[in-house]
């Protein structure tokens, strides 16, 4: 190919990508296909579409394509302008090929003339060419490395040694003599050391896997991290306006402060506008949901699973076919709505309330309570667990019919014991099989208590 050591940065993401002639395209394009078919990326569509794409784009010279938000869009099918700040999936989807890679070249180092490569920092790949007298060397007939290593070994006259000559010829001499001892010890405590550390995997290995393992266990088969998907539905605040009408002291409300952590003057039966409310996009999320989502994250970070955290408009049904995920909330999510729609324990409303009700026509319903004043006191949830969703990814639901029921359900399914009671007389393959389970919690002073399980469901 001609190429020499120090062309190494084709490709480059200045722009100024140096000529490659039809074979050293050819073989980059070999090398390419070499890849995506290997073990390391035939479980991840999404990694080899990232990788070939930004293969064949520097390739043909489109450097403008690999760029971050460019890339989300046409891969990722997120709308132009979207705030890469806030949705790191090209970034997240960077490091995983990044990772596959290094995996791909630590197994097969010497196998091409050239390696490809996505340094950190850049999305556009570089091709790092072999030196010419090492891949001659490497392409030798396997005949001729074997002639040259036995030539080497006759010109040396060379012959095999039986070990217990060596160890007496190492004994044998005075300055050997008084550390062979201390050789021997420490070769034995390396041997002991390693037999304690095999015995151990061998233990880990045979223990059985915990309740909260074992539901959780479909995420580790994935290389891809966990959504946690939460809703923001849509608020409207009282407007300055309306403030400053219905308040003998309107400068009172001047600052946005004031105006979110104080009431305005209004009377049971003062009439209101519809421009007298104001929407508020940075607002809406459910108290119950978050501290769901911030313990489900800390529990999968703490089993080794890379989750994201995607809020509202921040996800698709895109994201939801491509990642496995939990999807937090009932009334104010639609993936919730959509998903469980049709399975043995659902969400509905009857009667103007909100409840779970169970399939069938004599099934049981389940719907919140108050006290005299409008207070929660008890609330229900379902945390559902799907195998195979609708989006053929493993799916995890965890829903009340009020936020304190899914504050609940992110308790209950990050805590083994509350499982493990849970799943005692459902069959013994359950962690196989879907399942939901149906948990009430009783709500004081706006907090909820330790979840109860009422109703399990598996098939």
């Not at 950190?120 to 007939?141: I, K, M, V």
């Amino acid at each position: 190919m001609g190429s020499t050591p120090e062309q190494i940065g084709r490709g480059h993401a200045d722009g100024d990508s140096w000529a490659l002639d039809d074979q050293e395209k050819t073989s980059i394009l070999r090398e390419l296909e070499s890849i995506l078919g290997s073990p390391f990326y035939q479980t991840s569509k999404r990694s080899q579409q990232f990788l070939s794409y930004v293969v064949r784009h520097q390739l043909e010279g489109n450097h403008d394509r690999l760029k971050e938000r460019t890339i989300g869009v046409d891969l990722f099918h997120r709308p132009v302008g979207y705030a890469t700040g806030d949705d790191p999936v090209v970034r997240v989807q960077a490091g995983e090929v990044r990772r596959r890679l290094e995996q791909y070249y630590h197994t097969n180092p010497n196998h091409s003339p050239v390696r490809i490569e996505l340094r950190p920092g850049s999305y556009a790949p570089q091709f790092r060419w072999a030196q010419p007298d090492l891949q001659q060397r490497d392409t030798a007939p396997a005949e001729l490395h074997e002639k040259d290593a036995l030539q080497g070994a006759i010109h040396r006259q060379e012959q095999p040694r039986p070990v217990r000559q060596v160890v007496e010829e190492i004994r044998r001499k005075p300055e050997n003599r008084k550390s062979v001892g201390w050789r021997w010890m420490l070769a034995s405590l390396a041997i002991v050391a390693g037999l304690v550390l095999v015995v151990a995997s061998i233990l880990r290995a045979k223990a059985p896997a915990t309740v909260l393992e074992q539901f959780w266990s479909p995420t580790l088969s994935s290389s891809e991290p966990v959504l946690i998907c939460m809703a923001k539905p849509s608020v409207y605040l009282p407007s300055l306006r309306l403030y400053q009408r219905h308040s003998k002291t309107p400068e009172k409300f001047l600052s946005q402060f004031e105006r979110l952590t104080s009431r305005p003057n209004l009377q049971p039966n003062d009439r209101l506008e519809w421009g007298d409310m104001v929407e508020y996009p940075d607002y809406g999320l459910a108290a119950g949901d978050v501290y769901a989502a911030v313990r489900l994250s800390a529990l999968l970070g703490k089993i080794g699973k890379m989750n994201q955290v995607r809020i509202g408009g921040n996800y698709s049904f895109e994201d939801l076919r491509n990642f496995p995920a939990v999807v937090i909330g009932a009334f104010n999510n639609r993936w919730t709505m959509q998903m469980t729609s049709n399975l043995h324990f659902g969400f509905a409303e009857e009667g103007g309330e909100s409840i779970i009700r169970e399939d069938g026509s004599a099934g049981r319903r389940w719907h919140s309570k108050t006290d005299s004043n409008g207070k929660a006191i008890e609330d229900f949830a379902v945390v559902t667990r799907l195998l195979n969703s609708k989006t053929g990814q493993f799916v995890v639901v965890v829903a009340g019919i009020k936020s304190y029921g899914t504050q609940a359900a992110g308790e209950f399914v990050s805590n083994s014991e509350g499982l493990e009671k849970a799943l005692r007389t459902s069959p013994k393959d359950w962690n196989r099989k879907n399942l939901q389970i149906v948990i009430h919690t009783a709500v004081t002073d706006s907090v909820p208590g330790p979840p109860e399980v009422v109703a399990t469901y598996v098939w």
